[in-house]
């Protein structure tokens, strides 16, 4: 189905016109309200559904290193193949080494299968490196792209030679260019000569990655995170920070430095979940925080990291007070904050400093937010945060702080969180709900009495999961447009909010619905991607009163299903208008601009669809996505007062936003 719309918007003067409309919104364009955070809307990213590795980290071979616990999974090898562990690296020390079959027609190598499979796209250049040592100082393997389902009579369609002329350990390169799109390609190495020969780090990236860094991220899921213009980027995520044990949650200093020395590191998700289990699933921490910090910076978005507060999941560790750590043994965890902090944004002289400037940053990355904890609840947190609270503040009083409500969005832990969080003084309290439909249709006015006097609010996870229908489709991200109004209209107090979860694999998810999906080789905007877009692109600068017969837009009663909010951009004096029409009919909607004139067309953007079931796929990317359009604008002039109007007809379930300039 094509959900292009043609619609045509009839301008009314002031006077005369408003009585004839149903819908009558009111905007004060000369009373600019609270200042609209630049980190309002941003991203979350967590390492679940291969949203890392096998996801936006560009590396293409998976257990590059060996050092999955079972060493060669990912990996088939032929001839005489031995694992040994004693290599160059300290904290990756397996290696494999090919030596010669033993008669001339076999052969000896490895094979590897990548991420379900390793995609390649059609003319573009991919980077083999290893780690590598020949016996008698000389050897040479022979690199291969291989397609396994062909009917052609080579499974190569790609291969190269590479010589190996040092006794040592060192790093060698060649690029490999592909002749076509595939899927599911795997990597194949021979071993070509007669002198056997040791790998280590056996790697694959597009040279075309995102920002063309070495290191980096693919291009289009990096572009995509871009696109949406985020203020903030949230990361490494939420529950892998805690992880199930102490053993395996996340430490951010495993994950800097040259990427051969970062340590495997077990992803709790990847036995949380039996119906959805992947005994593959690790962390290579090739994306590490460095990467992260890189990331922000080249999206333009404000790095927040989350660390642990001395804390697994509570959900996996059920309020047992002997799975966290005691106490009086929080030091070391508090110092990872301090570190970090100074990592971030200590000079080059500095210890951490200086760390961050040898991985090629000299310049501070200026990080002003640090979350410690991750969607924890009751004492067990608050008294382990207290410490953390009173370390950090002392010594880096700037930095703004942000604790956790718990997993509830209301409720009487949710009630006790932000008291605790109030009393400890954070700066901002990072509230989750994922709720169906019902939920955010009846919470339109979510934050109007918030207390203002307090911490301010990160919606720091979100998303409207429908009832029984818990993928990606149109209705559930209409009433997340919905819902959004509210908090760009208390802007005073949300701050930030951020959709989760970010990216998902086709083949390899644990949850849905996620903001991007993907395969190796495409990938697709859901929805919901274009929600947050919106929002994103159209934030403004300042929040401007709107309301229809004296209340807020906000699906109240007697509104039809309407929800809708106002601010404007002081750079250029732009008004934005954002409404939603949820109901099942079409509405008749009148914005009156009080103190605006001159305006004479809107410039508008519409989400819309008559399937809500439907959603966007790999075959179809682009079924449901915003369309340009315009609507007309007239101005009036009544008494000494200046007011421009416009009417529209906005069909049932469509979300549009007016761009309005004097």
């Not at 892998?240 to 051969?260: A, C, H």
């Not at 039996?274 to 992260?292: A, I, K, N, T, V």
């Not at 760009?488 to 083949?507: C, G, K, Q, S, W």
């Not at 017969?549 to 250029?572: H, I, M, Y």
Request: glycine share 8%; proline share 4%.
């Amino acid at each position: 189905m094509n959900t292009k719309l043609i619609f045509a918007s009839l301008a009314l003067g002031c006077a005369s016109s408003l009585m004839a409309q149903e819908h009558v919104m009111t905007i004060e364009t000369k009373k600019a309200g609270a200042d609209i955070a630049k980190t309002m809307y941003g991203v979350f990213f967590e390492d679940i559904n291969y949203a890392a590795d096998g996801g936006l980290y560009g590396e293409l071979v998976k257990n590059r290193s060996f050092e999955f616990p079972q060493s060669l999974m990912g990996w088939q090898t032929f001839g005489n193949v031995k694992l040994k562990n004693d290599g160059p690296f300290e904290r990756c020390p397996h290696y494999v080494v090919l030596s010669d079959a033993g008669h001339k027609e076999r052969r000896t190598g490895l094979q590897n299968e990548g991420y379900f499979g390793i995609g390649v796209l059609k003319g573009e250049d991919y980077r083999f490196t290893v780690w590598a040592k020949a016996a008698n100082g000389t050897s040479k393997i022979r690199v291969q792209l291989i397609d396994q389902s062909t009917m052609e009579e080579r499974q190569d369609f790609v291969s190269s030679t590479l010589d190996i002329t040092s006794a040592d350990w060192k790093k060698y390169e060649l690029i490999l260019k592909s002749p076509k799109t595939d899927n599911n390609a795997n990597l194949r190495i021979f071993l070509d000569s007669k002198n056997a020969v040791a790998l280590e780090h056996i790697s694959l990236f597009p040279v075309n990655t995102f920002k063309n860094r070495e290191n980096g991220m693919r291009r289009d899921l990096g572009q995509a995170l871009a696109d949406v213009h985020p203020g903030v980027l949230r990361f490494p995520g939420g529950c892998i920070v805690e992880g199930e044990t102490l053993e395996n949650r996340y430490q951010w200093k495993n994950t800097i430095g040259p990427v051969e020395n970062r340590p495997l590191n077990r992803n709790r998700w990847e036995f949380t979940f039996d119906h959805r289990y992947f005994p593959d699933y690790f962390q290579s921490y090739g994306l590490g925080f460095f990467e992260y910090f890189q990331l922000a910076e080249d999206i333009g978005a404000e790095p927040l990291p989350v660390l642990n507060v001395g804390m697994v999941c509570q959900y996996q560790n059920w309020n047992d007070p002997k799975a966290h750590v005691a106490l009086d043994k929080l030091q070391p965890y508090i110092q990872d904050c301090l570190d970090l902090i100074e990592f971030a944004n200590g000079d080059t002289t500095t210890v951490w400093g200086r760390k961050r400037a040898e991985m090629g940053h000299p310049a501070p990355f200026n990080m002003k937010y640090l979350a410690v904890g991750n969607e924890q609840w009751e004492n067990l947190y608050f008294e382990r945060l207290k410490p953390f609270v009173k370390a950090i503040k002392a010594r880096y009083p700037h930095i703004q702080l942000i604790g956790t409500s718990g997993p509830d969005s209301e409720g009487e832990a949710f009630e006790h969180g932000w008291k605790a969080m109030t009393e400890l003084k954070a700066d901002l309290v990072d509230e989750h709900f994922y709720r169906n439909e019902k939920w955010f249709l009846s919470h339109g006015l979510r934050y109007e009495n918030y207390n203002r006097k307090g911490p301010k609010v990160f919606a720091g996870e979100y998303a409207c999961h429908g009832d029984g229908k818990k993928w990606n489709h149109y209705e559930t991200s209409l009433y997340e447009a919905a819902f959004m109004t509210d908090l760009e209209r208390n802007a005073d107090i949300v701050r930030m909010a951020t959709y989760a979860p970010l990216f998902a694999h086709i083949d390899g998810w644990q949850w849905r619905p996620d903001m991007m999906w993907y395969d190796n080789v495409r990938m697709f905007k859901t929805v919901s991607y274009y929600v947050q877009q919106m929002y994103a692109q159209n934030r403004g600068t300042n929040v401007l009163p709107l309301l229809m017969n004296g209340k807020p837009v906000a699906g109240q009663e007697g509104q039809d299903g309407l929800f809708a909010s106002a601010v404007t951009d002081r750079n250029d004096g732009t008004v934005v208008v954002k409404v939603i029409n949820t109901s099942d009919k079409t509405q008749n909607v009148t914005l009156s601009l009080k103190g605006m004139k001159q305006a004479s067309q809107a410039v508008t953007t519409t989400l819309t669809c008559t399937d809500m079931d439907a959603e966007n796929t790999l075959d179809t990317p682009d079924r449901i996505v915003p369309l340009k359009g315009t609507a007309a604008v007239a101005a009036a002039q009544k008494g000494k007062t200046a007011c421009s109007t416009l009417s529209d007809t906005l069909p049932a379930k469509t979300f549009r936003v007016y761009r309005i300039k004097k």
